[in-house]
């Protein structure tokens, strides 16, 4: 979260010190620059993520898990930060509106489902060493972003013009072959982590900042996307189908109904 803010603080002060340099009077720089058809350039920024989960509440463990008696109270989420780092091509289709386009890689893209129980539960994998209320299932993601946009610009302000975005946006899990397995280690299936889709589709919109120099065009953009589909991977497609009625049976995911995605993202373009 510290990393959060700093990159957060650095993106204000970045904008202050532009609004203060390019509201100044003088020959606007790059006046041509928005004629041109094709811009390219790079982005790169920090992901917020977290997900919306529809759960079952108050699951009662079959009586051959734990002995039975168990209650599943809730399933909560936490925010976890990744980076990005992608490529921009952007074509102008008028003097208000382009199509932008930017894939981009994702790191360390994390969900963090957080499960807590009546009783305590026998984690084969705790946190701290010791039986425990709550446990800790983490489903690692590294994912190839393929956003389209239509971008709707004001008026340029001397140096500075402010824009919106929408969208649609879809991704490939890069660690979906490592996902697609089912732990057998554990018959009771709590360390059972939750097989989620190679890919993921969301809408997503923002607005930004841009921000014309001498050289080149730097723009700063917030964005939030939504996942239109469940994230869960339906169990026709689990590969292990040998292991399936440990994992369907599993309250780590007997307690989920639907996971979908959702993200805020903080950008620095540069075209």
Same mark, same amino acid.
């Given at each position: ?40 350039? /790079? *982005? ?7 997900? +919306? ?9 079959? &009586?051959? @898990? ?103 946006? /879809? *991704? ?7 996902? +697609? ?9 709590? &360390?059972? @982590? ?78």
């Amino acid at each position: 979260m510290q990393r959060i803010f700093l990159f957060g603080l650095l993106c204000l002060l970045t904008c202050n010190t532009l609004f203060a340099q390019f509201f100044r009077f003088g020959v606007p720089n790059l006046q041509a620059y928005d004629k041109e058809r094709f811009h390219y350039g /790079f *982005s790169l920024g920090i992901d917020i993520v977290d997900i +919306n989960i529809k759960t079952r509440t108050n699951y009662v463990f079959p &009586d051959n @898990i734990m002995g039975g008696g168990n209650t599943l109270q809730q399933i909560t989420s936490s925010v976890t930060p990744a980076f990005h780092v992608g490529i921009l091509g952007n074509m102008r289709l008028g003097e208000y509106f382009d199509l932008r386009f930017i894939p981009a890689f994702s790191i360390a893209h994390e969900i963090n489902l957080y499960y807590r129980f009546t009783n305590e539960v026998q984690d084969p994998n705790p946190r701290k060493d010791k039986p425990t209320y709550e446990i800790l299932r983490q489903i690692d993601c590294q994912y190839i972003n393929l956003p389209l946009f239509i971008k709707f610009k004001s008026s340029r302000m001397h140096n500075v013009r402010l824009y919106a975005l929408g969208g649609g946006q /879809f *991704s490939i899990n890069m660690m979906s072959a490592k996902n +697609n397995s089912i732990n057998t280690m554990d018959p009771m299936g709590i &360390d059972i @982590i939750p097989i989620i889709k190679p890919y993921d589709v969301q809408v997503r919109s923002g607005f930004g900042f841009d921000f014309y120099t001498t050289y080149f065009k730097l723009s700063t953009e917030f964005s939030v996307s939504f996942g239109v589909i469940n994230m869960l991977e339906d169990e026709k497609r689990i590969k292990d189908k040998d292991h399936l009625p440990i994992y369907r049976s599993s309250p780590i995911i007997q307690g989920i109904t639907d996971m979908k995605s959702k993200t805020f993202t903080i950008s620095l373009v540069i075209e």
